[in-house]
């Protein structure tokens, strides 16, 4: 299924040449994304580890301010990683990247959004911050209330024409954050399966776009999971909780774990740290969770200077995975 309409171009089939490196038409022309995302592994060599940061849109205020987002702070962050060329993953990157069958920039990052009809306001003011900055959202749909008969919000179809004004932009893919926004680590897995399914449905029917990924509610993940990649599913994210430490919070390739993906939070209003990991400026998280920045990106750079100077192809220096 295509995540655009039909009077455009099929996204899903472009994310899939491009994202996936199907490299070369018959002519051998490369696409426009896919040459950026090898000409950034040359400068920075490929990723041995990517976070993914949990949004609530562009907006929002939490726990007293310890997690917490506002127009002027989003927009501050997305210049942030333009500036610093980094490569925001799609859906169908993150999944070909969970199953090992692509490199990507050690200067990546998942940017995820757990969405619903009450982002409404904050999924449309991203749209023009991500087109100028070259960013990519991962927009997680909780389906319920996205209907006139389910919320008053929603009259006249206005919540789902959102998410396709979202989907036409170019600069959204969707998973689902479920039907009911449920603990789902208490349900078995026919009613676990049955709201998920429904999900995926009314995904399909509304953006013509088949979701890959899930959000877990309140980061809890059931014991039968993985039953879900028998329906077209390949990863979920959850918070930290199922990781040893925070340090061992990104995304890996060929993730082991792939249905409690940790995911953390970006840097609040104000102090532009983040409250997890604690106290850490988008710059160190991005220390901490990546091999682009900080020293091993330091040594990869001198290599890579060097062999500019001497003409050596710099995919011989890759940081072993």
Not at 16 to 37: F, T, V
Not at 226 to 253: E, M, Q, W
């Amino acid at each position: 299924m295509s995540s655009q309409a039909d009077n455009k171009i099929n996204r899903r089939d472009f994310l899939k040449i491009s994202g996936l490196g199907l490299a070369s038409l018959a002519i051998g022309n490369k696409l426009p994304r896919e040459i950026e995302r090898e000409r950034l592994i040359q400068k920075y060599g490929p990723a041995a580890s990517i976070p993914a940061f949990e949004f609530h849109g562009d907006n929002y205020y939490f726990f007293g301010g310890a997690y917490c987002m506002n127009p002027d702070t989003f927009k501050t962050l997305m210049s942030w990683f333009k500036e610093n060329e980094v490569w925001p993953l799609t859906s169908d990157e993150v999944v070909a990247y969970l199953q090992g069958t692509i490199d990507l920039p050690s200067r990546s990052v998942i940017l995820t959004t757990d969405s619903g009809n009450t982002s409404k306001t904050s999924l449309v003011r991203m749209i023009p911050v991500l087109q100028e900055t070259g960013m990519h959202f991962i927009s997680m749909i909780w389906t319920r209330f996205m209907i006139a008969s389910e919320s008053s919000v929603c009259l006249d179809d206005t919540c789902w024409n959102v998410f396709r004004e979202a989907r036409d932009s170019g600069v959204y893919s969707f998973g689902s954050h479920t039907e009911s926004h449920s603990d789902f680590a208490l349900f078995t897995q026919d009613e676990g399966l049955a709201d998920i399914l429904q999900s995926k449905q009314e995904i399909e029917d509304n953006l013509g776009f088949s979701p890959q990924l899930i959000s877990w509610p309140f980061e809890s993940v059931p014991s039968w999971a993985p039953v879900l990649s028998d329906y077209g599913f390949f990863g979920a994210f959850a918070g930290v909780n199922h990781r040893p430490t925070i340090k061992d919070c990104s995304i890996l390739p060929s993730d082991p774990s792939p249905w409690d993906l940790p995911r953390i939070l970006p840097p609040n209003i104000g102090t532009l740290t983040s409250g997890r990991p604690d106290g850490k400026t988008i710059l160190e998280i991005m220390e901490m969770f990546t091999n682009g920045f900080g020293d091993q990106s330091r040594i990869f750079q001198n290599l890579y200077e060097y062999s500019n100077r001497r003409g050596i192809n710099s995919r011989r220096l890759f940081f072993p995975k």
